[in-house]
DNA sequence: TATTGTTATACTCTATAACTATA
DNA sequence: TATAGTTATAGAGTATAACAATA
């Protein structure tokens, strides 16, 4: 029986594990990705441009949970480093397509690897098929809740 | 197959998965105890006080993982609303020690069913047996990677 | 001299809201 | 008149480091 004070719904439940191994797992993956010179808000706008490419800024912003007016210097930083480029849209001069440039498309390579090295790190624990079960499991809580796969605004920092 | 781009485990790999429900379990529960007047670290300072009492700020404020500087304020308010008091410790007159008040473990209390009720929702798409394997899964993960039962200090916000 | 708690300051981060250009 | 992008400003939140009391 647990016995710890806060019950054991509180410390030792899924709700609590999820957040303090997702904590964990968002932290170690920030310092990986660092040595990419990259924080995990610029990574999720890489992937989020690899997937659908030509979106205008705002719609991105939404997707990353940021205010329009915070995602031009955040923009503008990759745009610099020759990562991402602003397309100017034909039908509507007003909004900007992005894309990702080839640099940029070399550089989420590289950010796939960490991501399978990260990956095999935060799993060491689970056999093969126990890690099938769980992101089986997880995917379904993950759909249950309403989630968005791929995306999720919960990044800080960047 | 899995062909989204960004890759599979990038998107969809066990530890993308913990981080985004992790985030999205912490800002629920940000939101529910939110009635309680409380904030996620104040709630964690709650139960850290229930389960070990009489520490001193110092490790407290380690556990939590902020700076002594910043729990100052945030256990004055604490102990301003009735929940928390400061006792002198007699054998090192530097420090003090930490206790809940009879209001703060009613306080507590009231967390517990808010954590239960927590813990119910976002477990919803889980059976009773399926539930028992996740938190078991998860708990040998968290092991595995040095984390601390009970306590996590990537609380955000408070 | 080292450590606990505290205070003060300076800085980063962020959102709000004003502004422009297109529609 | 409404919307995409941008810029400016003001506010919150935070850490760093100086300080006082005690060891």
Redesign the pocket.
Known sequence: MDRRPGGPQAQGGAAFLLAQLGSHAARLFADRIAGLDLTPPQAGLLRMLAASPGR???ELADDLG???????PF?DELEGRGLIE?RKNP??????ALHLTEKGAGLLAELREVGMAHERDICAALSFDEHRELVAMLRRVAEQQGLTPGVHPGY???
Chains 1, 2 share one sequence.
Not at 66 to 72: A, D, E, G, I, N
Not at 91 to 96: A, E, G, Q, T
């Open positions: 205008s800024q705002r940021m205010p329009p007016s915070r995602f031009v923009a602003r039908n509507d001069r007003r909004s900007h800080r920092s960047g």
